[in-house]
């Protein structure tokens, strides 16, 4: 055994390898064969990085359950990671541990992040039973915002009643967790979510990412997505394998709701998996009306079916749904469909119908519908014989072209040709343009024929001989033409080329017109290679020649298949010997011919390479690299590097590497030589290894790259290089400039106590920076800098005592980062004593010890720390942080001690302060409704407090809070205090201060109060108001009047949601503060809400309606006619709001009596589509008042 354990220890210190993976690989290999009991009784003592991380993974694989906790409270996040990892770890090391223990034991001996993620893997490994226990004790100890993290692993019981007493918002990862364990959890979850936050979860006015989830719960488990939409007020879209696996469960539901069908579900998996779809349902989406099909929301919806259908079976599918959806034959009505309807039609059919369209509409563009072209033709010659417009002859010429071209008829076509040739050749430039577009825009290649192609080449030859310029596009057309004819191509391609020649980026542009077909493109640079460019000279040819190159090599990179040898291109072979018999390149052009050659030949190819010599292309890169003026070596790195990655299989690329970090290194710009050693670290670290001490000569800015990067090869000495290369750089008497840089640097590569060893002359001695004090003043920048490096070290439980000197004054700002790190990640019972110094320090520090303290240590002492501050708090700013503190506290951890701490807390509000002010009113919103009536009540008890103690004007916030409690059912009012209601109400309620004019928030706030109460107390004590303002302003002449009448508006537009015992309250104390005549209107229209109320049938209404007006014609007489028109009026407008009541309303109104009274309102309020009809009824009626009525009527309908 002991020989065994030596063994293996040799073995572990002398991995094989130096990149980490395959050091990982072996030791995995070692791990393997070795003998499990060898393992157990192995003491490492690991000497670096690499060693502690494979220290961990072998106390994994013996399972040493103390040696991994050890780990644990030692918190380093990189060895802890793999342990949570590990489900058996779990519930082997807390077995024998009990809930209470591990919540208030364990748990605090770890960091706030790893606490987060270790309370999620336990519980995955607990049973449910025993996650209900450790969410007690979690809730207890930390509050429900940290219990959540642990609420999915509950029983199903404890999640529901969680839900339900706690506001809880989960994440989309925790209800995914939630939905796979039950999908009733999931519906609890949203009906709280709506008692908690006043809307339906996933509505738009979530801005949220709540739709993910719902997308992801459609996808998931199809087979709820009927049973979850009942819970949403959002639609949910399902993909193709949602709406098949939906078919197989609720298939009639979804194809019976044509509304949601096509706009929720795919179409196309409809089509094909529901059986005769287009027999039984598709003639659901046809119009009512046979003459609607062609209206274009109608059209584009049967289009989305028709074109799921296959080509061949469409117009078939969309006949029988015709047949079905009218019953009559679609061949009958041939006259109403548009041509994306018969494009899928028979050629016959297609060809009737177009003759019918043309007949009707004597449009030529039907006429390539035409069963026989030549009828078509001569249609089109007979038009052009007798039309003297050039434009419309034109058009007519173009026609024909496109009748030839649908129906495939070349024959025709060439007839057609050799008739525009002999009648319109001496069209102006612009019409033979249009006519060649029209040809070469769809020509199929195989039906046309010899003499289509001898018309087409005619065509062309005349445009030339007089001069005509044919555009470059139809002329590329007509050049795909010839190539794939096998038609001679030669001289219409030069003269398309060569005017473009001289100018690189017009040949560009036209080369790129053939990119759509790349066999054509292909012959094209071949010919233009060896044809056209060599007869170019001097720089023009260099620069077409490098041009060319790029292009092909772009080529034969994209069509591997069909490589184009640049060795059988001479021009490019001859500009090479050019550049070598120099020695040197002279241009830009020289470079990239260089670079595009380079990548030819190596790295990226290993066919077909250009014949070169290796040594003087590596010359001429040498060259090129050492042209210090021009840069071209940050032209030519990414091909270099490229170049010298993995393989290397040729001599070149050997030598390239060796002169690479020899030489060429040295010339990189600081980026660029970054990347090439961040490559080669990462990747080929024994290149790193051969050349480091190479690479150390050029660290001049001490920026070579990412230190974590050599901290990984710690097993090859890379950090203690470095680390002894630039350490002497640190010390306080070093001249070195950048003295910011090297800490940084070496922050990332030292372990945590030589760091803080080295950097200690560097630690603040004065909280102050003393500007008398030259010592100070040189190295403060340096501190400040060091501070906001300390957070690249691992070990943060020694870093605890450097924060106390940095914590303050002038370097409290730089250390902000390290210090809200290091409590993150030191243990709760090391984080508390630092908290506790904090509050004692400068009211910057104290702001963020309460932010901290709040976020990390237990509940009771989150409080204890914030009573602690409050009681002797009196500085402002900090004021402001407890209650900022406070408030977010109860957000997240909604309890009722802590909402009375927020509330008592307000008084710490400054009065200037807008934006903590602005802040306590919207907050309202976020509170959850269980608390938000005792919010709601001291936010504005405060605000009505500070606005008489300060004269602030609050008026601004108070209308938020009015907005925000608006949607609220009458449940929260009636949650509210009675005093503190009628205090409310006795200050804005009919106020004449300006600030309280918020009329539809104040308004709703009286209606849903005596909604909540609906008794003679409550009305009475809204009326005794309104009876008050009444004596002092309903006589008089100014605006204050109309307040009353505003608050009887609003009543009318919500009447609709009441009920008939809040009418008949309001009805009698309205009549008992004001009378009859006082408020005719409001009388009458509280009569026609109450008749409404209790006849809400427009038959029955009309009758009551009619009843009531004739008694008040009787008591007041015609003089209020007028007045009884105008309530008519604004009752249906204003209260009812329904399309077409007036109309239906007028009628029954003369059906119940036509009374003078009745049928003066029903001539008033038709509408005039309708107006006949009433007049119709109006002449039964033989009384002169009403012969006038009916004779007015007429005349206005006219």
């Not at 009015?962 to 106020?991: P, R, V």
């Amino acid at each position: 055994m002991e020989k065994a354990k030596v063994e293996f220890l040799d073995e572990f210190y002398n991995l094989e390898g130096i990149h980490c993976k395959e050091r990982k690989g072996n030791f995995f290999k070692l791990l393997h064969y070795t003998n499990p009991e060898v393992l157990a009784e192995v003491d490492i003592k690991p000497r670096n990085y690499l060693e502690n991380i494979f220290y961990v993974d072998l106390v994994i694989r013996t399972k040493k359950v103390d040696k991994l906790i050890e780990i644990l409270k030692e918190g380093n996040g990189l060895l802890t990671s793999k342990i949570i990892k590990q489900k058996w770890f779990f519930e082997e090391a807390f077995k024998d541990m009990s809930e209470e223990n591990i919540v208030n034991e364990f748990l605090p001996c770890l960091s706030f992040s790893l606490r987060m993620k270790i309370l999620k893997k336990m519980s995955l490994a607990f049973s449910e039973e025993r996650n209900d226990k450790m969410f007690d004790h979690i809730f207890e100890r930390y509050g429900i915002f940290l219990a959540q993290q642990f609420l999915f692993g509950c029983t199903s019981v404890k999640i529901s009643e969680i839900f339900q007493t706690h506001k809880i918002t989960l994440s989309i990862e925790q209800l995914k967790r939630i939905l796979a364990k039950d999908s009733n959890l999931v519906k609890t979850y949203f009906d709280e979510y709506k008692k908690n936050h006043g809307r339906m979860f996933g509505s738009t006015a979530d801005n949220t990412d709540n739709g993910d989830f719902l997308s992801y719960l459609v996808w998931k488990y199809p087979h709820l997505y009927s049973e979850f939409m009942t819970y949403l007020d959002c639609p949910l879209n399902a993909g193709r394998l949602t709406t098949k696996a939906l078919l197989k469960t609720n298939e009639k539901d979804i194809l019976e709701n044509t509304e949601q069908l096509p706009k929720r579900f795919h179409i196309g998996v409809v089509t094909r998996n529901v059986k005769d779809f287009h027999k039984e349902y598709l003639h659901k989406y046809f119009p009512k009306k046979i003459d609607e099909i062609n209206d274009w929301n109608l059209k584009t919806k049967i289009e989305k079916f028709l074109n799921k259908y296959p080509k061949k079976i469409r117009w078939n599918v969309f006949s029988e749904a015709f047949q079905r959806a009218y019953d009559t034959d679609v061949l009958d009505h041939l006259e109403i469909l548009n041509e994306h309807f018969m494009l899928s039609a028979p050629i016959n059919v297609r060809a009737k119908w177009a003759v019918i369209k043309y007949k009707k509409s004597d449009d030529t563009k039907f006429l390539k519908f035409f069963d026989k072209p030549k009828e078509a033709i001569a249609l089109l010659k007979d038009k052009i014989n007798v039309t003297s417009d050039r434009k419309k002859r034109c058009a007519f010429v173009q026609d024909m072209m496109k009748v030839c071209s649908f129906n495939k008829d070349y024959e025709t076509y060439e007839e057609v040709l050799k008739y525009v040739l002999s009648r319109h050749k001496n069209e102006d430039t612009y019409t033979c343009q249009e006519f060649f577009s029209t040809i070469v825009e769809d020509i199929d290649y195989e039906l046309s024929t010899e003499g289509f192609c001898k018309c087409l080449n005619d065509f062309v030859e005349l445009s030339r001989a007089k001069g005509d310029h044919l555009p470059y596009r139809n002329m590329s057309q007509y050049i795909t033409f010839l190539i794939k004819k096998n038609l001679p191509y030669e001289k219409t391609v030069e003269q398309f080329f060569t005017n473009s020649l001289k100018q690189k980026y017009v040949l560009e542009s036209n080369l790129n017109y053939f990119d759509d077909d790349f066999e054509v493109k292909r012959v094209l640079m071949i010919h233009m290679a060896n044809k056209l460019a060599p007869a170019l000279v001097g720089k023009q040819r260099k620069e077409i020649a490098t041009w060319l190159l790029k292009e092909i090599f772009d080529f034969n990179q994209k069509y591997n298949d069909f490589w184009i040898d640049l060795n059988e291109v001479p021009i490019f072979t001859e500009y090479l010997q050019e550049i070598f018999a120099k020695k040197n390149v002279s241009d830009d052009d020289d470079v990239t011919f260089i670079e595009k050659l380079i990548l030819n030949n190596f790295g990226l190819y290993d066919r077909m390479p250009v014949k070169v010599c290796e040594n003087e292309l590596l010359e001429i890169v040498k060259a090129i690299c050492n042209e210090k003026t021009k840069n071209w070596i940050g032209r030519l790195f990414n091909t270099l590097l490229d170049t010298i990655k993995f393989l290397r299989i040729t001599k070149f690329e050997a030598n390239l590497l060796e002169s690479f970090f020899n030489e060429l290194i040295f010339l990189l710009d600081a980026f660029d030589r970054k990347r090439a050693i961040e490559y080669f670290i990462r990747n080929e670290p024994v290149v790193i290894l051969k050349y480091f001490d190479k690479i150390l000569q050029t660290e001049d800015d001490n920026s070579l790259v990412d230190y974590h990067l050599f901290k990984l090869y710690s097993h090859v000495g890379f950090d203690e290089k470095l680390i002894n290369h630039v350490k002497p750089l640190v010390d306080i008497g070093s001249t070195c400039e950048n003295k910011k840089q090297v800490i940084e640097n070496l922050s990332k590569l030292m372990g945590t106590e030589d760091f803080i060893n080295l950097i200690s002359a560097y630690i603040p001695t004065k909280a102050k920076l003393d500007l008398e004090d030259e010592q100070q003043k040189e190295m403060y920048e340096v501190q400040c800098a060091l501070s906001k490096n300390l957070t690249n070290l691992d070990d943060f439980a020694k870093i605890i005592p450097l924060l106390y000197p940095f914590c303050q004054g002038d370097y409290l700002q730089s250390s902000l980062a390290i210090l809200y790190k290091t409590l993150y990640r030191i243990s709760e019972t090391q984080a508390a004593p630092l908290i506790n110094t904090l509050m004692e320090r400068a009211v910057s520090t104290r702001k963020h010890a309460v932010f901290l303290g709040f976020n990390i240590l237990p509940e009771k002492s989150a409080l204890v720390i914030f009573d602690t501050l409050a009681a002797k708090e009196t500085n402002t700013s900090a004021k402001k942080y407890l209650f900022q503190g406070i408030l977010k506290y109860f957000l997240k951890n909604p309890e009722e001690s802590v909402l009375y701490k927020v509330c008592k807390s307000m008084s710490f509000i400054d009065k200037n302060d807008k934006e903590l002010l602005e802040d306590l009113a919207k907050s309202f919103e976020k509170v959850p409704i269980k608390w938000r009536p005792i919010y709601f009540e001291n936010t504005w008890d405060y605000l009505t407090d500070i606005e008489k103690r300060e004269d602030l004007d609050v008026s601004n916030h108070r209308t938020k809070l009015f907005s925000a409690i608006n949607k609220y059912d009458i449940e929260f009012y009636s949650s509210l205090k009675d005093s503190f209601c009628q205090k409310l109400l006795k200050k804005c309620f009919f106020s004449n201060d300006s600030t309280f004019m918020n009329k539809d928030g104040v308004f709703s706030f009286v209606v849903k109060y005596l909604l909540a109460y609906k008794d003679d107390k409550h009305f009475e004590f809204v009326f005794d108001i309104i009876q008050s303002y009444k004596d002092r302003y309903w006589e008089t002449y100014d605006d204050n009047q109309r307040y009353i009448i505003d608050f009887f508006q609003y009543i009318l537009t919500i009447f609709v949601e009441m009920d008939i015992a809040f009418f008949n309250l309001f009805e009698t104390y309205w009549e008992r503060t004001f009378k009859h005549e006082e408020s005719f209107s409001e009388y009458i229209l509280l009569k026609f809400m109450i008749l409404y109320k209790k006849n809400p049938n427009i038959d029955e209404f009309a009758k009551q309606v009619s009843k009531s007006l004739g008694e008040l014609i009787t008591e007041y007489g015609p003089f209020v006619n007028n007045l009884l028109l105008e309530t008519v009026r604004q009752f249906y407008e204003y209260g009812l709001n329904i399309d077409g009541f007036s109309n239906q309303f007028a009628f029954y109104l003369l059906k119940a009596d036509k009374s003078d009274i009745n049928c003066y309102i029903a001539a008033s309020i038709i509408d005039d589509d309708k107006k006949f009809e009433v007049v119709d009824n109006l002449k039964t009626v033989d009384r002169a008042f009403v012969r006038i009525l009916c004779h007015n009527l007429i005349h206005r309908c006219k």
